[in-house]
């Protein structure tokens, strides 16, 4: 809600105008893709030693018969934990792994963090809206169209 209010702020609508136009022209992410995001950037710092220990003893990368290889580390991912509950699978040590192992291999790899946070953002923007648009799409000015075909 307070996202909504913002967008009212920002762009000066009407309390009954439509905000996913605004938030697409603001390359603002849906509040689902902000946690994936969150958790994302999160995972990407205890990697690469850019967080306390705790927070990177979580994370377990998957062992195969190939992991001597040299390629190995550059295409790694996490081991996700099995829970019972459907509350388990909120737990960073869940659900960290499960959103860095959807990302991309590119994405994956990359070890900058200001590019990483730049490949980020561009890769749910693609992959949120696209949902959005195929839902909402008769309801998307052209303006939001033509912002989501440059992307």
């Known amino acids: 809600m307070r996202d909504v209010c913002n967008i009212w702020l920002v762009c000066g609508l009407r309390p009954r105008d439509h905000v996913t136009d605004a938030t ?17 950037l999160f995972v990407h710092r205890a990697l690469n030693g850019q967080s306390p220990n705790y927070v990177a003893e979580l994370l377990q990368t998957v062992t195969t018969r190939y992991s001597s290889l040299r390629s190995a580390d550059k295409n790694a991912r996490l081991l996700v934990p099995r829970t019972s509950l459907k509350f ?34 561009h890769f749910y923007i693609l ?11 008769p309801m998307l000015s052209d303006r939001c169209l033509s912002v989501l075909s440059c992307l």
């Open 127 to 137: 992959h949120f809206w696209t949902t959005v648009c195929k839902t909402v799409r």
């Open 24 to 40: 697409i022209e603001l390359h603002w992410l849906p509040i689902r893709a902000r946690i994936q995001y969150k958790l994302s």
């Open 88 to 121: 388990g699978e909120r737990a960073f040590s869940v659900a960290g792994p499960a959103a860095w192992n959807s990302l991309p291999t590119d994405i994956r790899t990359t070890t900058s963090s200001s590019v990483f946070k730049r490949k980020l953002k």
